[in-house]
């Protein structure tokens, strides 16, 4: 059995060698490449672009301004803007030029006259609406209540009712790679690479706007490095670049510079919370009344966000009297979208800190306030309706507790030394595979090996490898000779992506689903090359065997017996082929649940140093327990940047002030520390293969832990994401 071990990464090969191909690696023969005019002020009306003297350049071969194409939820300058700056970085013409250099150095001859206009930047002054982020619109671009029970009654029977506000600041997703496309013209259809998460999406939305035009798109997935939710979702640039590419029948290839990353990747979380809530003398929770704001920046996409974050917000607890008011609010900056975890890390910093805060409050032990207020049995309805399906909170949040008490008696030891040091745990509830289905196509070749197509779009997880396992199972053969391909809309007819950490559950039950079809076509056929009975067979560790008279025949003989020689014909009435697909998708979302402890220093500089972390998970049946660990690292190394360093800030006027890698910190090797993982496997999914998610959960797990032992060690109350330095002085 695979599943279950840690089977080093099929995929890890030709990327340490150097051999993986990024977008900026693809070359075409006659590519133009295409470089962006971006706004460096928030908001304006423009009065002219004038791009003769950029056309009058050698190598420059045309400037495109004001395309627009109408696309759900991004305002009317969209795309590009036509009349109306939004936010800086917001594109207002394009350049294409047969050296990339060329191109880069024309935008600086292109002239754009335009007016200013009032900027609104902080979201809670977007929600008073009086100066506008998009003219002629209102800034609040969406609005609903989540209400359940009476939290104002319950506000009134409580012992204690307390008021925060909770602000988790923008973040920037940082993937090593920039985003990127390479459109290749090819008169009646479009070739387009891409570093995505989703290749079958962007044909989708791609087609939506120039099907017209072109017969089909092709959409290949080249090597991607790193996309963190935030390489899902169209962007002005993917459109652009095809259209440059309709427009110039030609190759057209851009990559974003790291500055034009900045400001351009859809930024992630920009969440605020104004919560009320109250408890018993015990510790019970009573109540939350949230405001919670969005601050989507100029366009109202991320709305979905908010949403997430609103009913998730009772996280694992058993509190039933809330209200949730969820706003989205635009703001003159770079549109908002899911960065991983997708409002369940703000959710998470909500509920953990109000948890903290009632233990301190009512000075009861951080512990004991969860487990009182714990859920116990599952399934459980949300008060919002969501089902908690599966798992033993309890028993987790015990395990952990071990940890934390040993985490506790060290930092007790070091304060005596006179050390800023404490110790923090958060549990909480993740919810993943996000739908609504996903593909996979099993296919045996001649040669024996089996090649798995997947409709998701793997880009460092490790799906390779752990789908890999799951079918090497299935058909009773070696890891090493399943292939695992996805990534290309021309190798499978539909699917998804990588998103909402979905694609071992969803793609690894599609290619389990169809490992057993082509599993009972091995049998059918075998049967008639053995002159059997179906019946009489039996198929056992990649061999089809007959009891009866001790004959086998592998499965490469059975591929190999359908490759009839050339010309020969088909005698069988089976039909030759040893291929199916299989599709897999949930009723119900999944919902994984954990635990982070961490053991942490404020040194006198204000430096925050980790000295031990912990980290539980309960994600049912674990395929590849390393491939999980490493997304748990990766995720906590993620969270200790969004807690301690990573802020996207602008200033009042709309600059952005952390438009580079200097200013805008993210975590580096230097930052990283040594990460502990274990796993349950109680909370297991309905799936054939009952696994759930794990791509995320450290992104939510750890900012409350680690804001928790920070807020203990230098004794002062935190309610804001990251924590400031002023703080930790
Ligand atoms: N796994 C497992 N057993 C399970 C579940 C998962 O062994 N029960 C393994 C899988 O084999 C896979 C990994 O854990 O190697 C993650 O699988 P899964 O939880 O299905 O998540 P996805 O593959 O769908 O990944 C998406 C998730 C998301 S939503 C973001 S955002 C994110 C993340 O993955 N972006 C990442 N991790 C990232 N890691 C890298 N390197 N780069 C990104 O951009
Ligand atoms: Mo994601």
């Given at each position: 059995?695979?599943?279950?071990q840690?089977v080093?990464?099929?995929?890890?090969?030709?990327?340490?060698?150097?051999?993986g191909?990024y977008?900026?690696?693809?070359?075409?023969?006659?590519?133009?490449?295409?470089?962006?005019?971006?706004?460096?002020?928030?908001?304006a009306?423009?009065k002219y672009?004038?791009?003769?003297?950029?056309?009058?350049?050698?190598?420059?071969?045309?400037?495109?301004?004001?395309?627009?194409?109408?696309?759900?939820n991004?305002?009317?300058?969209?795309?590009?803007?036509?009349?109306?700056?939004?936010?800086?970085?917001?594109?207002?013409?394009?350049?294409?030029a047969?050296?990339?250099?060329v191109?880069?150095?024309?935008?600086?001859?292109?002239?754009?006259?335009?007016?200013?206009?009032?900027?609104v930047?902080?979201?809670?002054?977007?929600?008073?609406?009086?100066?506008?982020?998009?003219?002629?619109?209102?800034?609040?671009?969406?609005?609903?209540?989540?209400?359940?029970?009476?939290?104002?009654?319950?506000?009134?029977?409580?012992?204690?009712?307390?008021?925060?506000?909770f602000?988790?600041?923008?973040?920037?997703?940082?993937?090593?790679?920039?985003?990127?496309?390479?459109?290749v013209?090819?008169?009646?259809?479009?070739?387009?690479?891409?570093?995505?998460?989703?290749?079958?999406?962007?044909?989708?939305?791609?087609l939506?706007?120039?099907?017209?035009?072109?017969?089909?798109?092709?959409?290949?997935?080249a090597?991607?490095?790193?996309?963190?939710g935030?390489?899902?979702?169209?962007?002005?640039?993917?459109?652009?670049?095809?259209?440059?590419?309709?427009?110039?029948r030609?190759p057209?290839?851009?990559?974003?510079?790291?500055?034009?990353?900045?400001?351009?990747m859809?930024?992630?979380?920009?969440?605020?919370?104004?919560?009320?809530?109250?408890?018993?003398?015990?510790?019970?929770?009573?109540?939350?009344?949230?405001?919670?704001?969005?601050?989507?920046?100029?366009?109202?996409?991320?709305?979905?966000?908010?949403?997430?974050?609103?009913?998730m917000?009772?996280?694992?607890?058993?509190?039933r009297?809330?209200?949730v008011?969820?706003?989205?609010?635009?703001?003159?900056?770079?549109?908002?979208?899911?960065?991983?975890?997708?409002?369940?890390?703000?959710?998470?910093?909500?509920?953990?800190?109000?948890?903290d805060?009632?233990?301190?409050?009512?000075?009861?032990?951080?512990?004991?306030?969860?487990?009182?207020?714990?859920?116990?049995?599952?399934?459980?309805v949300?008060p919002?309706?969501?089902?908690?399906d599966?798992?033993?909170?309890?028993?987790?949040?015990?395990?952990?507790?071990?940890?934390?008490?040993?985490?506790?008696?060290?930092?007790?030891?070091?304060?005596?030394?006179?050390?800023?040091?404490?110790?923090?745990?958060?549990?909480y509830?993740?919810q993943?595979?996000?739908?609504?289905?996903?593909?996979?196509?099993?296919?045996?070749?001649?040669?024996?090996?089996v090649?798995?197509?997947?409709?998701?779009?793997?880009?460092?997880?490790?799906?390779?490898t752990?789908?890999?396992?799951?079918?090497a199972?299935?058909?009773?053969?070696?890891?090493?000779?399943?292939?695992?391909?996805?990534?290309?809309?021309?190798?499978?007819?539909?699917?998804?992506?990588?998103?909402?950490?979905?694609?071992?559950?969803?793609?690894?039950?599609?290619?389990?689903?169809?490992?057993?079809?082509?599993?009972?076509?091995?049998?059918?056929?075998?049967?008639?090359?053995?002159?059997?009975?179906?019946?009489?067979?039996?198929?056992?560790d990649?061999?089809?065997?007959?009891?009866?008279?001790?004959?086998?025949?592998?499965?490469k003989?059975?591929a190999?017996?359908?490759?009839?020689?050339?010309?020969?014909?088909?005698?069988?009435?089976?039909?030759?082929?040893?291929?199916a697909?299989?599709y897999?998708?949930?009723?119900?979302?999944?919902?994984?649940?954990?635990?982070?402890?961490v053991?942490?220093e404020?040194?006198?500089?204000?430096?925050?140093?980790i000295?031990?972390?912990y980290?539980?998970?309960?994600i049912?049946?674990?395929?590849?327990?390393?491939l999980?660990?490493?997304?748990?690292?990766?995720?906590?190394?993620?969270?200790?940047?969004?807690s301690?360093?990573?802020?996207?800030?602008?200033?009042?006027?709309?600059?952005l002030?952390?438009?580079?890698?200097?200013?805008?910190?993210?975590?580096?090797?230097?930052?990283?520390?040594?990460?502990?993982?274990?796993?349950?496997?109680?909370?297991?999914?309905n799936?054939?293969?009952?696994?759930?998610?794990?791509g995320?959960?450290?992104?939510?797990?750890?900012?409350?832990a680690?804001?928790?032992?920070?807020?203990?060690?230098?004794?002062?109350?935190?309610?804001r994401?990251p924590?400031?330095?002023?703080?930790?002085?």
């Amino acid at each position: 059995m695979y599943v279950g071990q840690r089977v080093k990464r099929k995929e890890d090969l030709k990327l340490i060698t150097g051999s993986g191909r990024y977008i900026d690696d693809i070359e075409y023969p006659g590519t133009l490449y295409l470089y962006i005019v971006r706004s460096n002020v928030a908001h304006a009306k423009i009065k002219y672009i004038d791009v003769r003297d950029a056309l009058k350049v050698n190598g420059v071969v045309g400037v495109i301004t004001g395309l627009t194409i109408p696309f759900e939820n991004r305002p009317n300058n969209w795309p590009m803007a036509k009349d109306e700056i939004l936010y800086v970085g917001h594109p207002i013409a394009a350049i294409l030029a047969t050296d990339k250099y060329v191109a880069a150095d024309a935008a600086d001859l292109i002239q754009v006259d335009y007016e200013e206009l009032p900027a609104v930047i902080n979201p809670e002054k977007a929600l008073k609406d009086d100066v506008k982020a998009i003219e002629g619109r209102s800034n609040i671009a969406y609005k609903k209540t989540y209400s359940s029970g009476d939290p104002e009654k319950a506000l009134s029977n409580s012992d204690i009712v307390l008021e925060e506000k909770f602000e988790i600041s923008r973040v920037y997703p940082s993937p090593m790679e920039t985003r990127g496309l390479l459109s290749v013209y090819q008169e009646d259809s479009l070739l387009v690479y891409a570093s995505t998460q989703s290749a079958h999406y962007m044909r989708r939305y791609l087609l939506s706007a120039f099907g017209n035009k072109v017969k089909d798109i092709r959409v290949i997935q080249a090597d991607v490095g790193g996309a963190f939710g935030a390489k899902l979702f169209p962007y002005s640039e993917d459109f652009i670049t095809v259209y440059a590419s309709l427009q110039y029948r030609r190759p057209v290839k851009w990559v974003a510079l790291r500055s034009e990353d900045i400001r351009g990747m859809y930024h992630g979380r920009g969440q605020i919370h104004k919560v009320k809530f109250g408890a018993k003398r015990d510790g019970t929770l009573t109540a939350i009344i949230d405001d919670a704001i969005i601050d989507l920046g100029a366009a109202s996409h991320g709305t979905y966000l908010v949403d997430i974050a609103a009913t998730m917000l009772p996280g694992p607890y058993k509190v039933r009297d809330l209200r949730v008011n969820a706003y989205g609010v635009y703001t003159n900056k770079t549109p908002l979208d899911q960065y991983r975890g997708a409002g369940r890390p703000e959710a998470a910093f909500v509920y953990e800190r109000i948890m903290d805060i009632i233990a301190d409050e009512l000075k009861l032990d951080p512990i004991y306030v969860r487990k009182r207020n714990l859920i116990t049995e599952l399934p459980y309805v949300n008060p919002f309706g969501l089902k908690y399906d599966s798992g033993n909170y309890l028993k987790l949040l015990e395990n952990a507790e071990k940890v934390y008490r040993e985490f506790e008696k060290r930092a007790n030891e070091l304060r005596k030394q006179g050390r800023r040091v404490s110790a923090g745990l958060s549990f909480y509830l993740e919810q993943n595979n996000f739908g609504p289905w996903e593909s996979a196509s099993v296919r045996i070749k001649a040669d024996g090996k089996v090649q798995v197509i997947i409709g998701a779009s793997p880009h460092g997880q490790g799906a390779e490898t752990g789908i890999a396992q799951i079918v090497a199972d299935e058909l009773g053969i070696s890891v090493d000779d399943v292939e695992v391909i996805w990534g290309d809309t021309a190798l499978i007819g539909e699917g998804f992506g990588t998103y909402g950490s979905r694609s071992l559950t969803l793609a690894g039950n599609a290619a389990l689903l169809a490992a057993r079809r082509v599993k009972d076509k091995v049998l059918r056929l075998a049967a008639q090359f053995m002159k059997s009975d179906v019946q009489e067979l039996q198929y056992k560790d990649g061999k089809v065997i007959n009891p009866k008279t001790g004959k086998t025949m592998s499965l490469k003989e059975v591929a190999s017996r359908n490759m009839a020689s050339l010309g020969g014909i088909w005698e069988y009435k089976e039909e030759p082929g040893l291929e199916a697909t299989g599709y897999f998708g949930f009723d119900n979302l999944t919902y994984p649940y954990g635990s982070h402890v961490v053991l942490a220093e404020v040194d006198n500089s204000g430096k925050v140093k980790i000295l031990d972390y912990y980290a539980i998970d309960d994600i049912g049946t674990v395929v590849n327990p390393m491939l999980a660990e490493a997304q748990v690292i990766g995720g906590v190394i993620q969270g200790f940047g969004e807690s301690v360093l990573e802020e996207i800030v602008y200033d009042e006027n709309g600059n952005l002030l952390t438009g580079n890698l200097f200013d805008y910190a993210i975590p580096t090797a230097v930052e990283a520390f040594n990460i502990k993982w274990e796993y349950m496997e109680e909370g297991k999914s309905n799936a054939p293969l009952p696994a759930k998610g794990i791509g995320e959960g450290a992104t939510i797990g750890t900012p409350p832990a680690l804001i928790r032992a920070i807020e203990k060690a230098i004794g002062k109350r935190l309610t804001r994401l990251p924590s400031r330095l002023e703080d930790l002085l």
